[in-house]
């Protein structure tokens, strides 16, 4: 499985743009990229996947160069309701890695007013 | 409707006692998984099913047993438990094999002294 390196925290200020950059050198050619959010006392929530270039969803972008050996979450304007942990996994499509989702320590990102 | 639910939410019990956690997600996923996060935020996972067969067992102590009654249910028993043990249980599911988005309860924080 990739190992992923991730800033261990973020501060930003409301309506900021937060770029959380994550490094995962050992990717391979079928693995996968993605994001999670984890608020105090809950469960992950899925955020984000890609595997190349660029994907957008209602909540998020996700930029990975074509050489894939980093990826960039970017969150457009938080607030205060996006302080939470962002944890970048690598998912393996391989028979052995497969479902192993290794999580890292995350990335604390607070936002103040 | 909660789509991953954990009961208990909290559990505090001494050490030597076996305990269970009760997992149970509505979303009709055929896989379901076990994960741990100690005191760092690391998340590690413990064990997955899919469709009621165990599929991940990673370096666990034998005093940790899943059951997977059906599909819909994944349920964590800890025998004779030890401080180290202490720590908060995710239970999450995908709809899936595969690079899948998890879905996540929200955690039993297991406390044994």
């Known amino acids: 499985l990739a190992k992923t390196t991730q800033p261990i925290s973020m501060d930003s200020y409301e309506g900021q743009e937060v770029n959380i950059t994550c490094s995962h050198n050992n990717i391979a050619t079928n693995d996968y990229i993605t994001w999670y959010q984890q608020f105090p006392s809950q469960g992950p929530r899925f955020i984000i996947q890609?595997?190349?270039t660029k994907v957008t969803n209602e909540v998020a972008s996700l930029f990975i160069p074509a050489d894939r050996k980093s990826s960039t979450l970017s969150l457009p304007r938080v607030s205060l309701s996006d302080t939470a942990v962002y944890y970048c996994l690598v998912d393996s499509m391989t028979t052995d890695s497969w479902g192993k989702f290794q999580f890292g320590a995350g990335t604390q990102v607070v936002v103040t007013p | 409707d909660t789509a991953v639910s954990q009961t208990p939410k909290y559990l505090v019990t001494q050490m030597g006692n076996d305990k269970s956690i009760k997992c149970e997600q509505n979303l009709g996923h055929d896989t379901m998984y076990w994960y741990k996060q100690d005191s760092k935020k690391f998340l590690k996972i413990m064990f997955s099913?899919?469709?009621?067969?165990?599929?991940i067992n990673e370096t666990v102590p034998n005093r940790f047993s899943p059951k997977s009654p059906d599909k819909a249910h994944l349920n964590l028993h800890i025998n004779s438990l030890e401080l180290g043990d202490s720590a908060v249980y995710f239970c999450?599911?995908?709809?899936?094999?595969?690079?899948?988005?998890?879905?996540f309860g929200n955690g039993t924080r297991l406390t044994v002294t």
């Open positions: 099913y899919n469709n009621k067969e165990l599929i």
């Open positions: 890609g595997y190349k």
């Open positions: 999450a599911s995908s709809q899936a094999r595969g690079v899948v988005a998890l879905h």
